[in-house]
């Protein structure tokens, strides 16, 4: 099997070196800048090391010649790959998609993105779910999910993600995968500032009531409330509410401590698009909304506990 990455960053280069421990042929794409630069003159990042039989290039034409491809960027950045492949015409392939976020201007799925530039004859899917590279680069397994658009490209989808490290269970609801998986970097910044302020045991409050309302608006979306209680949310909530290698949780405490935004964290601008999804489908999510007002109206962070506490739950 043949297999292309497109995006050399943490979690690609991850991609690339699992699909080449599996014995496929592997291309790991990037545009051209200093992180490429590094990758063909040391074949290594901070994490890992790649054998020099995975092609590193920043041809994109290349890259899509394979009939899968995943799709590892930030995505903000999305829209502007979809312009630059599409100039190729690419046909008959399957892109899986392997970030989470939704576009921060529109509210928009990555999927919704993908089709607004792509012929009718490719396929989607994407993979969510628990996995840091820190800890799969020493062999500890995981367990992700996979779901695609059309129930076509399904087993292919599942064949191609699953690996010795990644077992992989189907979902049958792309929205509501993409959306939990989304909203969970939201959930992240919520506990790093939790762990900011010297509460980490409010974080049992994230794990209860975030699946909640981020399963509320997969329903109002159109998508199916208890995907928000599988893998691509609740299954995420530990690599990303109780470990330290998540950039979100990172930057929730960098908020806390030294009110300065990180760059990495892509729960930052899926935060804005949460909240034009709040608007737009009428659904209340109190956490998400908490942690709007604290990086987007100037609510002080020692605040942020009171003010789910002003929740009104009738019953659990």
């Given at each position: 099997m043949k297999v292309s990455i497109l995006g050399a960053g943490r979690w690609g280069s991850t991609l690339a070196w699992l699909q080449n421990n599996e014995g496929r042929e592997?291309?790991?794409?990037?545009?051209?800048?200093?992180?490429?630069?590094?990758?063909?003159?040391?074949?290594?990042?901070?994490?890992?090391?790649?054998?020099?039989?995975?092609?590193?290039?920043?041809?994109?034409?290349?890259?899509?010649?394979?009939?899968?491809?995943?799709?590892?960027?930030?995505?903000?950045?999305?829209?502007?790959?979809?312009?630059?492949?599409?100039?190729?015409?690419?046909?008959?392939?399957?892109?899986?998609?392997?970030?989470?976020?939704?576009?921060?201007?529109?509210?928009?799925?990555?999927?919704?993105?993908?089709?607004?530039?792509?012929?009718?004859?490719?396929?989607?899917?994407?993979?969510?779910?628990?996995?840091?590279?820190?800890?799969?680069?020493?062999?500890?397994?995981?367990?992700?999910?996979?779901?695609?658009?059309?129930?076509?490209?399904?087993?292919?989808?599942?064949?191609?993600?699953?690996?010795?490290?990644?077992?992989?269970?189907?979902?049958?609801?792309?929205?509501?995968?993409?959306?939990?998986?989304?909203?969970?970097?939201?959930?992240?910044?919520?506990?790093?500032?939790?762990?900011?302020?010297?509460?980490?045991?409010?974080?049992?409050?994230?794990?209860?009531?975030g699946p909640v309302e981020v399963g509320n608006l997969i329903k109002a979306m159109g998508g199916q409330y208890q995907t928000a209680f599988g893998l691509s949310n609740l299954g995420d909530f530990g690599a990303t509410v109780f470990s330290g290698f998540s950039y979100n949780h990172q930057a929730g405490e960098l908020w806390v401590k030294e009110r300065k935004l990180s760059q990495a964290a892509e729960g930052l601008p899926t935060l804005k698009a949460v909240k034009l999804l709040m608007k737009k489908y009428k659904v209340k999510m109190p956490i998400c909304d908490a942690v709007y007002k604290v990086f987007y109206q100037n609510l002080p962070p020692a605040k942020f506990v009171a003010t789910l506490l002003k929740e009104k739950v009738k019953f659990e």
């Open positions: 592997v291309t790991l794409w990037n545009r051209q800048d200093e992180m490429l630069d590094q990758w063909l003159r040391t074949r290594k990042n901070k994490y890992l090391s790649l054998p020099k039989k995975v092609t590193i290039t920043s041809d994109l034409s290349e890259a899509l010649k394979n009939k899968v491809i995943f799709v590892s960027v930030r995505a903000q950045h999305f829209r502007d790959l979809c312009g630059q492949i599409k100039a190729h015409h690419p046909k008959h392939k399957l892109f899986i998609l392997a970030m989470k976020g939704l576009e921060e201007k529109t509210g928009k799925r990555l999927s919704q993105i993908f089709f607004e530039y792509f012929h009718s004859s490719n396929g989607v899917g994407v993979l969510a779910g628990p996995g840091h590279p820190q800890e799969i680069f020493k062999n500890i397994p995981t367990i992700m999910t996979c779901a695609t658009l059309a129930k076509k490209d399904l087993a292919l989808a599942v064949k191609t993600c699953q690996t010795s490290l990644i077992k992989i269970i189907p979902n049958n609801d792309l929205l509501g995968v993409e959306v939990g998986a989304a909203i969970k970097n939201v959930m992240g910044l919520a506990a790093g500032l939790l762990a900011g302020l010297g509460m980490p045991s409010c974080k049992s409050f994230l794990l209860a009531r």
